[in-house]
């Protein structure tokens, strides 16, 4: 038999080199697995930021009703019931509109 690098036989290159394909096939199949997590995280956070982006749609939307709310408080002071109900119903579609283009 052949001596190789320091004495060292060809069985102990074999077993040297099966070693390191043992550890070269973890770190792949480890790094498969942290590509799998990521792309989870990256659904997950894209889900995320569409329920974030309809939760500020809707905030704005209530908002927008709650300003309607306060305006048809102040006209009905102001101006009595009939006339506060026209202006709020010209107003709520007049917002309704503008929904409806924003969500086109």
Do not use: P, W
């Amino acid at each position: 038999m052949h001596k190789f690098y320091g004495g060292e036989n060809m069985s102990d290159m074999l077993a040297l080199l099966t070693g390191i394909q043992i550890k070269l096939q973890k770190l792949i199949e480890k790094n498969q697995r942290i590509i799998e997590d990521n792309n989870q995280y990256i659904n997950e956070i894209q889900e995320l930021k569409n329920i974030n982006k309809q939760q500020k749609e809707r905030i704005k939307q209530l908002e927008e009703k709650n300003n309607i709310l306060k305006l048809a408080k102040t006209l009905e002071i102001k101006e009595g019931n009939v006339d506060a109900k026209l202006k709020i119903n010209e107003l709520v579609r007049e917002i309704e509109k503008c929904i409806g283009l924003l969500n086109t």
